[in-house]
């Protein structure tokens, strides 16, 4: 009989504080590693807001986990403190654009946001128009603050018309007299470095007056990250070279601190499932691996269904290849293609909007390609190949389609 009194209990515990370990958790500003940098200047975009100016506008770019939203959230969070000691108010709304599937419900959250009870206005989660909850937008800035401070996170991911119409809206709000009393400055945050040759012109102009690139972390940042983590663990719970392999694992890849902290955690859920005392050097290898499949079904289960083909279609040609010879020809690999889509009883697409989902697969990182020439004259062709384990790549797909 299973003691209902033992059931939460824990001889060995591995974590002592597993909440240092999750995305939410903010490290205070002494310990966020190596963005003394981008955290200066990210706050000198935003100075003039502390008198109760108009900031700057601003675009922070750079590769997922280098730390964009913990730094941008450390700089808002500072800044109305600081404002309020000059007598100035500023507000902030912090957007996760992810959440948010249309312009209303945009302007709806950044609203919601921004409102206190003492606005005694309400923004109601449905049932009025678009320009309605423009109105209370304007309404509330102009009623609580002289600055207003957007954060627009992972900008890339809301509909590019809903966007760039919600975006032009907001950075002419002053311009066109929509609000009086209050100053607005916006901050678009993207993991994608292209998003701003894909956005509109004049968006471009009024949102990228100061951009911002966080550069990847190598392994030392890295490790100095997870060791200021340490205090999740147990005392002697982590053998000694459990962090140091960890941030090996993550430095490798693209210097992601979020994957650091994954892996490390995954390794201490691992050990502690086991019954184990110590998180050792093969829990942190089987953390990768799990970090690695959970990384790729995410970046995958975002690509259209054609692309996932496309990534089958390679893992299974790489597996034939007997991993000698991972370069499969585009021409090649659009053959085998045909026959998953056959499988999948689906249409193959033509050859030319394939090339363009594997140039797309190989800005993601997901694929290399690379152009073979056969020397002078003579053309060539363009080969691909798989950057991660075909069998991580084909159970990533199974996770995704599950
Ligand atoms: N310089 C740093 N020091 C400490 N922790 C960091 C640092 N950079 C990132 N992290 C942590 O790594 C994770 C990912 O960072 P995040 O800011 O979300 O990255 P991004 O927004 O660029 O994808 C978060 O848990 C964050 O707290
Ligand atoms: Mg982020």
Not at 74 to 84: D, E, M, S
Not at 105 to 111: G, M, P
Not at 138 to 143: Q, R, S
Not at 229 to 252: M, N
Request: glycine share 6%; with cysteine; charged share 30%.
């Amino acid at each position: 009989m299973i003691d209902p009194n033992e059931l939460f209990e824990n001889d060995n515990p591995i974590f002592a504080n597993k909440d240092l370990l999750r995305v939410e958790h903010l490290p205070k500003g002494d310990k966020i590693i190596g963005r003394d940098e981008q955290i200066q200047s990210l706050a000198n975009a935003l100075r003039q807001a502390v008198h109760g100016r108009t900031p700057n506008n601003a675009l922070v770019y750079g590769k997922t986990g280098t730390g964009k939203s913990l730094c941008t959230k450390y700089v808002t969070k500072n800044i109305v403190p600081q404002a309020k000691s000059n007598g100035v108010s500023v507000g902030v709304s912090y957007i996760d654009c992810l959440q948010e599937d249309s312009e209303t419900d945009l302007i709806s959250s950044i609203a919601r946001e921004f409102n206190s009870p003492d606005t005694g206005i309400t923004v109601p989660l449905k049932g009025i128009s678009t320009s309605q909850y423009y109105q209370k937008l304007w309404d509330i800035l102009d009623h609580s603050y002289d600055v207003g401070i957007i954060v627009l996170d992972e900008i890339d991911k809301i509909g590019d018309e809903d966007s760039e119409k919600a975006l032009m809206l907001l950075s002419r709000a002053v311009e066109a007299g929509k609000i009086s009393d209050c100053k607005l400055g916006i901050i678009g945050i993207s993991n994608d470095i292209r998003y701003k040759e894909k956005a509109d012109e004049r968006l471009k102009s009024s949102l990228g007056e100061q951009e911002f690139v966080f550069p990847p972390y190598d392994a030392n940042q890295l490790r100095e990250i997870l060791k200021s983590r340490r205090e999740a663990f147990a005392d002697s719970a982590l053998s000694e070279d459990a962090i140091p392999k960890a941030a090996a694992f993550a430095a490798k890849e693209h210097g992601d601190a979020r994957k650091a902290i994954d892996i490390l955690r995954f390794a201490g859920e691992k050990a502690e499932a086991e019954g184990a005392s110590t998180v050792t050097d093969a829990h942190i290898d089987e953390a990768r691996d799990r970090q690695e499949e959970a990384r790729l079904a995410e970046l995958i289960s975002c690509q259209v269904d054609h692309s996932q083909y496309l990534l089958i279609a390679l893992a299974m040609k790489t597996k034939e290849n007997g991993h000698t010879d991972g370069e499969v020809p585009t021409k090649k690999l659009y053959e085998f293609y045909k026959t998953i889509c056959d499988r999948e009883g689906t249409d193959p697409l033509k050859i030319r909007r394939v090339r363009g989902l594997l140039d797309e697969l190989d800005f993601l990182s997901l694929i290399d390609q690379e152009y073979k020439s056969r020397g002078r004259g003579r053309g060539g062709h363009m080969v691909n190949t798989l950057l991660d384990d075909p069998d991580l790549v084909l159970s990533a797909c199974d996770l995704t389609n599950s």
